[in-house]
């Protein structure tokens, strides 16, 4: 079955960095999309950063130019490498897919990146 894994997080001062990882099994990685989203505490889930297979990136523009998303096909793997990290970054992190003809959505457990200031 689908399984992703999200790992990294953590609790860093503002203006730190994290990376976080996200390895994936039970799918074709290499042709799949991949996207990191997060939540924080009373908010509605937000799209941060997504690649395609070809490697094409896009950002939400609240994280422009601080995170970087990639991916190693080889490892079955995505990262997101936060810098200047700020408080209001603070949230749970989420790895996303989509499957097949249907575009099912599958989601990792979630990351807690916390940002003190």
């Known amino acids: 079955q689908v399984q992703l894994v999200e790992s990294g997080g953590g609790l860093v001062q503002a203006g730190g960095s994290l990376r976080l990882s996200c390895a994936a099994s039970?799918?074709?990685?290499?042709?799949?999309?991949m996207a990191w989203y997060r939540q924080a505490q009373g908010k509605q889930r937000e799209l941060v950063a997504t690649?395609?297979?070809?490697?094409?990136?896009n950002y939400a523009d609240s994280v422009k130019g601080r995170f970087t998303i990639s991916r190693d096909n080889a490892k079955n793997t995505v990262y997101l490498q936060m810098n200047s990290l700020k408080p209001e970054d603070t949230a749970v992190y989420y790895c996303?897919?989509?499957?097949?003809?249907?575009?099912?959505?599958?989601w990792g457990q979630g990351t807690q990146v916390t940002v003190s200031s």
């Open positions: 996303n897919t989509m499957i097949g003809r249907a575009q099912r959505p599958y």
């Open positions: 039970g799918i074709i990685f290499s042709i799949n999309a």
């Open positions: 690649i395609s297979s070809l490697s094409n990136t």
